[in-house]
């Protein structure tokens, strides 16, 4: 009956027990009550008073017979009951307000530590032979014990789970360790097998921890949406619900795509991961991004805000914004510049009425050309301003093919009611909507949920979110840099908790951003948990194989659920070992003689054969019902897990739509603003040192100082 007793186990079969089981049963009944029939003593025997005088050796075959009955039934029983739990599932749901939730540990349901017997099993129970046996039964309602059965539109193999049910408590709750955690966490499923419901489930423990929990969501999942605020609600954390949606900006709220930054640089960068990078197209972006670092510069020198809004107005008239920084320019190093100007002006103005000027001077303002004739003549040196007037020097119409395609994408982002929520007005008092900063939500604990509507819009959701990862991702760098025991040694302390990071859609979200934000911010406090169809999606998101695959190294837990390609079951099959499976053949024969008194001769054979196969098959990842999965943690450790499915909050006033939940969060925002909006984080803190050390423009340690 176990593979310690038997070199073949063999569970998928009839219930060859019960006949034993009955006849030994009825032996023993017989041989009781009826001694004399099986010529066994029965002279000393009385009627009613069995017991007392029963000779010792009948009472040992009625015990040995009637124990044998009890055992082989209660056998009979258990592989009956396997048998159930292969062919049926068990429904498998909870409440949100229920689900699990630990300070250290993440909590991704019930699941069997998977071993060679279960790949034996799952062998056994794919031949054709064990077809009959899984078909639904009478007996299963018997052994189901009052749990609902599935609703059966999971699909895929039910066996895969039931395989690891017949030892006795075999299926566990599976928790995660902080530390495993903190080492990531990859997701691989196609869609429709509750990669979703995975990120609700996750989501819910993160939003209970009382730490801040980000959560991108590239499609706008509303299930997703509606569970995170129902989740906040129930922990007591509704004002801390922060909601940022492209498809909904008039419950939104507002961030700015280049507020917050370490590098001027970080502005062009990512304008350009938001453009298209292939072919000939690379080279343009490079343009592209040349151009918009120039004018990021140049607004930064000026004290200017850098939004979308900004950007574009100074892409279509770079003129004004080299006129306004030669004059401050000029003001600071060329006293009485503007003795003449006037009579300047007009004589350039009179050249280009003659056309006496060169062909690319021809379209800018006299104004502008007789601030640029000063700076040559004052001989100014200034980086800034060279820049901005190699810029300014060429053709406009040769210089708008090279970055044509930087206008469509600032515009789709200018446009409407994205627009207002894209580039914040920040001196609009009566726009309560806050303005997202995650600087000084991540201080605050927010819970912050961002969805980006790609499916209207894929290139402004990409932009979009390509800011926000390189946001994070310069955020981690300065808490890592500057605070005690991270970085300097003589920082300050990083006193907030974790920050739960989940990203749905890794593979759309995928730019140059998300591996320094995978390998390196553990140490800042970050917990990454993504989720892809495939890891195709990788490759192409991040532009190369060698790329794709460094993003899936940084991943030391991978959770694989049901893929259609078999590259993707690779991830989680080429590190597992082989096992052997062993099967009986049976072979029988016979020969005719024709010499001697021997007609024929008749032999049978029993041999086993062993094959040796992956612990766990591509085949059989294809194979995963819904809400399954095969899970490697903990250093290469294999579980078989099977995940709740979250229903609705018990919880009254808790939003069902979206329109509910844009009433309560426009009410929210009407009120006063919270004071976690003026706090600074402690990495923004002045550090005991020479704050010179870090020269650079727009460094934290340089504005704290």
């Keep these: 009956m ?40 029965s002279s000393l025997m009385q009627a009613g008073d069995y017991w007392r005088v029963f000779p010792p050796g009948h009472w040992l075959i009625t015990g040995a017979l009637f124990a044998n009955g009890v055992k082989r039934l209660h056998q009979s029983y258990r592989v009956a009951q396997y048998q159930s739990r292969v062919r049926r599932l068990a ?48 007996s299963d309602r018997f052994f189901a014990r009052g749990k609902p059965a599935s609703s059966g539109d ?13 030892e006795k408590d075999a299926e566990q709750e599976l928790w995660i360790s902080e530390a495993d955690r903190m ?52 922990a007591g954390r509704k004002d801390d619900f922060i909601c940022f949606h492209l498809a909904f900006p008039e419950m939104s709220a507002r961030y700015n795509l280049f507020g917050s930054f370490a590098r001027i640089t970080e502005i062009a960068n990512r304008v350009r991961e938001a453009l298209p990078d292939t072919g000939n197209s690379a080279a343009f972006a490079e343009f592209a991004w040349s151009y918009v670092n120039t004018i990021a510069v140049g607004l930064h020198a000026l004290g200017r805000r850098t939004t979308v809004e900004s950007l574009l107005s100074n892409a279509n008239n770079l003129e004004g914004l ?11 190093k060329a006293e009485g510049w503007k003795l003449g100007f006037d009579e300047l002006c007009a004589d350039i103005a009179k050249q280009q009425s003659k056309g006496a000027l060169p062909r690319h001077e021809l379209d800018k303002t006299p104004r502008s050309l007789a601030l640029v004739r000063l700076v040559q003549k004052y001989k100014i040196v200034d980086s800034i301003a060279e820049r901005l007037l190699k810029t300014f020097s060429y053709d406009r119409s040769y210089h708008d093919k090279l970055v044509s395609s930087l206008y469509p994408l600032l515009q789709k982002m200018n446009t409407g009611k994205v627009a207002e929520i894209l580039s914040p007005n920040y001196d609009d008092v ?20 961002i969805g980006l509507d790609a499916l209207t819009d894929g290139t402004v959701a990409k932009a979009v979110a390509g800011s926000m990862l390189s946001d994070l991702t310069s955020l981690a760098g300065r808490i890592y840099n500057y605070t005690r025991a991270q970085g300097l040694s003589d920082g300050i302390a990083r006193n907030h908790k974790r920050v739960k990071l989940h990203v749905d859609e890794l593979g759309e979200m995928a730019t140059d951003a998300l591996v320094p934000l995978a390998n390196k911010s553990r140490g800042a406090g970050f917990d990454f948990t993504g989720y892809t169809q495939s890891a195709a999606d990788l490759v192409v998101g991040m532009g190369s194989e060698a790329k794709g695959q460094q993003l899936i190294d940084n991943f030391n837990t991978l959770i694989m659920m049901r893929v259609k390609s078999e590259a993707t079951c690779k991830l989680l099959t080429d590190g597992l070992s082989e096992v052997v499976v062993p099967t009986i053949t049976w072979g029988s024969g016979s020969t005719d003689s024709g010499s001697g008194s021997l007609d024929f001769t008749s032999n049978q054979t029993q041999k086993i054969t062993e094959t040796r196969v992956k612990l766990v098959t591509p085949a059989q990842i294809i194979s995963l019902p819904r809400g399954q999965a095969f899970i490697s943690t903990q250093g290469g450790r294999l ?16 939003p069902r739509t979206v329109q509910e939940l844009g009433k309560a969060l426009l009410s929210r925002y009407a009120a006063p603003q919270a004071p976690w909006q003026d706090e600074l984080a402690p990495w923004r803190d002045a550090p005991a040192h020479d704050t010179n050390a870090f020269p650079y423009e727009g460094s934290p340690m340089k504005e704290a100082a």
């Excluded at 689900?99 to 909590?107: C, G, H, V």
Aim: hydrophobic share 45%; net charge neutral.
């Design 2 to 41: 176990t593979v310690a007793r038997y070199p073949v186990e063999c569970l998928i079969r009839p219930l060859v027990e019960v006949p034993t089981a009955v006849v030994s049963l009825a032996a023993s009944i017989a041989i009781g009550l009826m001694p004399e029939v099986f010529w066994l003593p």
């Design 91 to 138: 429904r498998y749901e909870v409440v949100g307000d229920d689900i699990p939730a630990r300070d250290n540990a993440l909590f991704l349901g019930k699941a069997f530590a998977w071993d060679e017997r279960h790949t034996r099993r799952v062998v056994e129970a794919s031949r054709d032979a064990a077809k009959d046996f899984l078909k639904p039964r009478w």
């Design 154 to 166: 999971e699909g895929g193999k039910s066996y895969l789970h039931g395989v690891g049910l017949w």
């Design 183 to 234: 080492g990531h966490i990859l997701v691989e499923g196609t869609t429709g097998v509750g990669k979703s419901r995975l990120l609700e489930l996750l989501m819910v423990q993160d939003i209970k921890s009382g730490g801040p929990v980000i959560v991108f969501d590239p499609k706008g999942d509303l299930a997703v949406l509606l569970q995170a605020y129902a989740a906040a609600c129930a």
């Design 322 to 332: 080299v006129a306004a920084y030669v004059e401050q320019l000029l003001d600071k």
């Design 430 to 449: 009566n726009d309560t909507r806050p303005i997202l900063d995650f600087e000084q939500a991540l201080r605050a604990n927010k819970i912050i949920y």
């Design 639 to 654: 579980y078989k897990a099977v995940f709740p499915m979250p229903l609705e909050s018990r919880q009254s006033g808790i």
